[in-house]
């Protein structure tokens, strides 16, 4: 049993030395343009921008009220969770982190150690068939407590993956749309493409259950996606994995939400590195958070184990944030407990 959470990177730090540097802040510099890999596409300032958007978001605190234990719960899926955040979907692990834990190792760890700390994993896909297919007993054994993610293949492709979920049972399905040029991909030849509104809408009507559209990154794309049928959208620009010189996903949070009112539920990722983000992110008008690299980072240093104590120490972080601004709970989380500085 691990103390702490600083025990998890320190292990993490020796397995994914050449892959990973497990900085101390995960912020994209170290790692610039290493795709395949862990970095950010090129220049990498798609990846650190997230963390500079964060760091101009500030929390503005109010201590004169009752003390109370902030109530960090959320209901999604019929079901309720003890948390905001969950782990974004990471795929091909074997390409991008070395093969120090198989596909399986990894979708296990993040799920079985989500669901030990009161939340959820999203799982992902890639170019060998074998990690989407690693993907789907977990989520079954879970009892269906977790969302399945797909690429955007070809349609006839996606439909066939979207049938095989349903039978997992999951509360979900997703499409990280925002892999649509993904380096990973072209290198191993599995074309992917993107996707008119009519096809999302094929996609949604055939999932079964709630369908979700990852890689949302302007007011007018979330529109289209709530005009398809989707269930909500993430706001993500697949950790600046793909493009160069993109917004902070978290930066568009606002517009998206104005656009869309509730007519979609409003998921974000990209550079949430502490419950304080995961607050920003909140009061920014997003309904719940998806992080990736630490949760990755996570479970290469302890599986399920190190998955448990970082959720756990990012929901004491939200906590606190949540009492040192008068938020009892999620839904006192409001715009004016943050200031966006000039940049």
């Not at 990852?214 to 269930?231: D, I, L, S």
């Not at 998206?256 to 590195?273: P, Q």
């Not at 009492?323 to 715009?335: E, N, R, V």
């Amino acid at each position: 049993m691990l103390k702490d959470y600083n025990e998890v990177l320190k292990l993490a730090k020796q397995k994914l030395k050449g892959f990973c540097e497990v900085c101390p802040e995960c912020n994209g510099i170290a790692c610039r343009g290493r795709v395949p890999g862990c970095g950010g596409k090129g220049n990498g300032d798609s990846f650190t921008i997230c963390r500079e958007f964060f760091r101009s978001v500030k929390i503005n605190m109010d201590v004169v009220h009752e003390h109370y234990e902030a109530d960090t719960k959320i209901s999604l899926f019929g079901r309720e969770f003890e948390q905001p955040f969950f782990a974004a979907p990471v795929g091909a692990i074997a390409l991008n982190f070395g093969g120090i834990i198989s596909e399986d190792e990894y979708v296990r760890a993040v799920t079985d150690g989500s669901l030990a700390a009161g939340g959820f994993a999203w799982t992902g896909d890639g170019p060998n068939e074998a990690y989407f297919e690693a993907t789907l007993p977990v989520i079954k054994e879970a009892g269906g407590c977790g969302i399945a993610t797909i690429k955007p293949w070809e349609q006839s492709k996606c439909l066939a993956r979207l049938e095989a979920i349903a039978e997992t049972q999951a509360m979900a399905a997703a499409m990280d749309l925002d892999s649509a040029s993904l380096i990973n991909l072209k290198l191993q030849g599995k074309p992917v493409f993107t996707k008119s509104k009519d096809e999302i809408a094929e996609l949604a009507a055939a999932a079964g259950r709630p369908f979700i559209v990852k890689g949302v990154m302007t007011a007018e794309a979330a529109v289209r996606c709530a005009e398809a049928g989707c269930f909500g959208i993430v706001i993500s620009s697949h950790g600046g994995r793909i493009i160069e010189d993109n917004p902070a996903p978290a930066s568009q949070i606002r517009a998206v939400r104005e656009a869309t009112g509730d007519s979609l539920k409003i998921f974000v990722d990209g550079g949430i590195r502490t419950g304080g983000d995961v607050f920003k992110c909140l009061a920014l008008g997003a309904d719940a958070v998806l992080i990736g690299r630490p949760y990755a980072i996570s479970a290469f240093g302890a599986l399920s184990e190190g998955v448990r104590l970082f959720t756990e120490k990012i929901r004491a972080e939200l906590k606190e944030a949540m009492l040192l601004t008068g938020a009892k709970s999620l839904s006192d989380i409001k715009p004016h407990m943050i200031s966006c500085l000039q940049r």
